[in-house]
C-alpha cells in the first residue's frame, strides 16, 4: 500500500510538473505571437527571460533528480516546492498578460495655467497643441504607439503641486492634487510641453532636468531661463538643486525679454511719439506685474530705454491701476506694461480715465487675446510679440484650420505651441528608430532613460545636422535651448491695434 502511495503520488508530481510546463509553453507561445504581430519587441524580451527562467528551475529537476529527495520520506517537502514553483510561474505569467494586453503608449505632458488668470492664454495654447496632434499623428499614432497628451494645471507647482485636468482643460474629479513627480516619475512620459509662465518654469526645470525630461516651453522668456550663468538685473531664477554649470534639459521657443525689450525700445525711438522729436529723447513708465516675468521684462525695458534714450524710466509695481497712475510725478510719451493676465487691459482702461487717453501704450503679445473692443483711446496701442510672423501659406493654412476647430482666433502663443508640439513630435518619431519607449509606467527595464535623452539630442540637432523643420513662424535651431533662427528671420514682432475689434497689424 505504502509503495503505491508512493508511485502515485510521484505520477501526481510529474503530471503537475507536465502541466504546469505545458500551460507556460501555451501562455508564452500565444502572448508572443501577439507581440511579433504587433512589434512588441520589449515584450518579447520579457518572455524570452520568463520562459528561460521556468525552464530552467524544470531543467535542473530533471537532469539531476538526485537533488530532489526521496518521494517516499520527504513528499511533503516537495509538494511545498511544487507551489512555490506554482506561485513563481504566475508571478512570471501574470505581468506577461498584462504587459500583453496594455496599449503601447508614449506620454507628453502639458503644463499649463488652466485655472488661473492666464487661463485665457491657456486654452489657445493647449487647443492649437491638440490641433498639431490631430494634423501629424496617424488618428493620435505615431508608428505602433499611441502618443497620448497628460494635460496638468500648474498653479500650485511652486510647492511641487498639481492638478491633473482633461481635453477641455477642466480638472479631473477623480484625479485630487498630485505631486509633479508623479508626472516626472511616470517612465511613459517621453517630454513635457510647457509652462506659460517663466515663474512656474523655474521649478519644472530642476525635476525635468534630474529625470533627463525635455520640457520644451512655447511662451517662457526671462532670460535666465537658459543663461544660467551670466544674467543681468536678476533675482527671480534662484533654481533649486540644479548645477548651473550643466546644460539643462530646458527648450523654448520666443525670443528672451532682452531681445524684446531690444526691439519695441528700438521702435519708440525711431518713431515720434506725442510732440516731442527723436532727437529729444522720450519719457516712459514701466509697470509690471510683480511676477518673474514681469519683472525680468521690466528691467530688460529699463536698460534699454535708458541706454537708447538717455533717460532713465520709471518702474512700477502694478497694484491698482488707477491709483497707480494717479500717483505719477509726470506724463510719459508712453506707458509700457511688462505682465500677462488681466494686467494689461485694466491699466489700458485705467488710463483712459486718468488723463492719460493720448498716451502711447504697449505691452506684451497677451494683450492680443482680446479685451480692446472699442477705439475710445486716442493713443496708439502696441503689442510685442517675443516671434516673427511671416504670414506665410503654412501660417495662413494653420490660421484658417484653428478658426474652423475653434471658432475664434489663435493668439502668438498658439501659433509657437503649434510649432512646440510638431518639432517634439518629430522628435519623438525619430528616437523610436533607435530605442523602444518604455511599456509600463514603471522603468521594468530602465528604458525611459535612454528614450528621453535620445529625444533631448534629437531637440538639439533640429535644423543643425539632424532633424529638418520649418515651422509656421520661423525656422529654428537650438542653442542652450534657446531658439535661434537663420539669419534673414526676425525674431520680434510689434503690432499696432487697428481701432476694429481685436484687430492687429504688424508694423515692425
Known amino acids: ?74 513528499w511533503r517537502a516537495l509538494l511545498y516546492t511544487i507551489m512555490v514553483l506554482i506561485v513563481l510561474t504566475a508571478s512570471c505569467l501574470i505581468p506577461l498578460v498584462t504587459l500583453a494586453f496594455q ?42 504607439y499611441t502618443i497620448r497628451l497628460v494635460p496638468f494645471d500648474d498653479r500650485d507647482v511652486e510647492n511641487n503641486k498639481v492638478q491633473r485636468v482633461d481635453d477641455n482643460g477642466k480638472s479631473i474629479n ?107 529723447g522720450k519719457d516712459a513708465v514701466i509697470f509690471n506685474d510683480r511676477s518673474v516675468f514681469g519683472r525680468n521684462f521690466a528691467n530688460q525695458l529699463r536698460e534699454v530705454w535708458k541706454k537708447k534714450m538717455q533717460k532713465d524710466a520709471i518702474v512700477v509695481d502694478l497694484t491698482n491701476p488707477q491709483a497707480d497712475l494717479k500717483k505719477l510725478k509726470t506724463k510719459p510719451d508712453v506707458i509700457l506694461y511688462a505682465g500677462t493676465g488681466s494686467g494689461s487691459i485694466q491699466l489700458y482702461n485705467a488710463m483712459k480715465d ?6 502711447a501704450f504697449a505691452a506684451s503679445a497677451t494683450i492680443m487675446r482680446g479685451g480692446l473692443a472699442d477705439a475710445s483711446a486716442r ?6 510679440s517675443p516671434y516673427n510672423f511671416e504670414h506665410s501659406e503654412e501660417y495662413n493654412k494653420f490660421f484658417a484650420s484653428y478658426k474652423t476647430k475653434y471658432r475664434n482666433e489663435p493668439t502668438p502663443y498658439s501659433a509657437s505651441a503649434y510649432d512646440t508640439t510638431r518639432i517634439l513630435l518629430k522628435s519623438i518619431e ?24 535620445t529625444i533631448i539630442n534629437n531637440l538639439r540637432r533640429v535644423n543643425n545636422g539632424g532633424i529638418d523643420y520649418t515651422g509656421i513662424t520661423g525656422t529654428y535651431h537650438f542653442e542652450h535651448g534657446d531658439a535661434k533662427k537663420s539669419a534673414h528671420d526676425q525674431y520680434i514682432t510689434i503690432f499696432k491695434y487697428t481701432g476694429k475689434e481685436n484687430l492687429w497689424e504688424p508694423v515692425s
Open 379 to 384: 493713443g496708439d496701442i502696441y503689442a510685442a
Open 103 to 144: 496599449e503601447p503608449i508614449i506620454k507628453i505632458g502639458v503644463s499649463l495655467p488652466f485655472s488661473s488668470e492666464d487661463e485665457p492664454d491657456a486654452t489657445p495654447i493647449f487647443n492649437a497643441i491638440q490641433l498639431a496632434m490631430r494634423n501629424v499623428t496617424d488618428n493620435g499614432k505615431l508608428g505602433n
Open 174 to 280: 477623480n484625479i485630487g492634487i498630485e505631486d509633479f513627480t508623479n508626472i516626472t516619475n511616470d517612465a511613459q512620459i517621453a517630454a513635457i510641453i510647457g509652462p506659460f509662465n517663466s515663474g512656474k518654469a523655474i521649478y519644472e526645470i530642476p525635476p525635468t532636468t534630474k529625470a533627463s525630461i525635455a520640457l520644451f516651453s512655447p511662451a517662457t522668456t526671462a532670460d535666465c531661463l537658459t543663461m544660467l550663468n551670466n544674467v543681468k538685473n536678476d533675482v527671480a531664477c534662484q533654481f533649486k538643486d540644479l548645477d548651473k554649470n550643466k546644460e539643462t534639459t530646458f527648450f523654448r521657443m520666443p525670443a528672451p525679454d532682452s531681445m524684446r525689450a531690444e526691439v519695441l525700445v528700438n521702435y519708440f525711438w525711431k518713431e515720434k511719439i506725442g510732440l516731442r522729436q527723436r532727437e529729444a
Open 1 to 74: 500500500m505504502q509503495t503505491l502511495r508512493s508511485h502515485f503520488t510521484l505520477a501526481t508530481l510529474k503530471i503537475a510538473f507536465f502541466t504546469i510546463s505545458l500551460i507556460i509553453a501555451a501562455i508564452a507561445f500565444f502572448v508572443g505571437l501577439f507581440a511579433i504581430v504587433n512589434h512588441r519587441d520589449t515584450l518579447l524580451q520579457i518572455i524570452f527571460f520568463s520562459v528561460t527562467f521556468g525552464s530552467f528551475i524544470f531543467s535542473i529537476i530533471t537532469a539531476f533528480p538526485q537533488v530532489v529527495p526521496p518521494v517516499q520520506v520527504f
Open 354 to 359: 486718468t488723463g492719460y487717453a493720448d498716451t
Open 430 to 453: 525619430k528616437a523610436m528608430q533607435f530605442h523602444n519607449p518604455p511599456v509600463a509606467t514603471l522603468d521594468i527595464l530602465s528604458q525611459a532613460g535612454p528614450f528621453r535623452t
